[in-house]
């Protein structure tokens, strides 16, 4: 399964474990707004803030809650 495929579910909640550019490993959790051409747009609710996420950095991700509302 593609993590477009696997982030097709819009509004979901999902932790992740992300690799920043510098190399940096952060866990956050996210509300996932869009995927597209390799990019994951979504809110970040740990800072509390939208951020773009580059897909091929996400190294790990588990569903929340499916909560589309």
């Given at each position: 399964?593609?993590?477009?495929?696997?982030f097709s579910a819009i509004g979901c909640?999902?932790?992740?474990?992300?690799?920043?550019?510098k190399g940096k490993f952060t866990k956050r959790r996210i509300?996932?707004?869009?995927?597209?051409?390799?990019y994951v747009?979504?809110?970040c609710i740990d800072s509390g803030a939208q951020r773009?996420?580059?897909a091929a950095n996400i190294l790990a991700a588990?569903?929340?809650?499916?909560?589309v509302s």
């Open positions: 399964m593609t993590l477009e495929k696997g909640v999902v932790d992740v474990i992300y690799m920043s550019k509300r996932v707004i869009s995927v597209r051409d390799g747009r979504a809110f773009v996420f580059l588990e569903l929340v809650s499916r909560n």
